[in-house]
Nanobody, 115 residues
């Protein structure tokens, strides 16, 4: 079992930047994939970014503005978010595919983009 803890959320003005971090309680090297999701009230959780090995993928709405990265030595997953827009406001969740069919979730961190 693994625990995931997100940090780095907060209030930022449109056009600003935030860096989210997800700390895992054990080595992430063997994880199949790690992802960032986000969710707003009344909507389904949305996949934002994925990293599998050195390969990455992004939702169309964030491509070119967000960058996902992982540090296997520090057991962390990051999401650098630039040029933030009000529609990026959401609770952001870290997800790790620990093994086929088994994934872990963090508790979420709130990101609010507002002037």
């Amino acid at each position: 079992q693994v625990q995931l803890v997100e940090s780095g959320g907060g209030l930022v003005q449109p056009g600003g930047s935030l860096r989210l971090s997800c700390a895992a309680s054990r080595n992430i090297f063997a994880f199949n994939a790690m992802r960032w999701y986000r969710q707003t009230p009344g909507k389904q959780r949305e996949l934002v970014a994925t990293i599998v090995g050195s390969g990455t993928g992004y939702a169309d709405s964030v491509r070119g503005r967000f960058t996902i990265s992982r540090d296997n030595a520090k057991n962390t997953l990051d999401l650098q978010m630039n040029n933030l827009k009000p529609e990026d406001t959401a609770v952001y969740y870290c997800n790790a595919v620990v093994s086929p069919g088994i994934s872990a979730w963090g508790q979420g961190t709130q990101v609010t983009v507002s002037s």
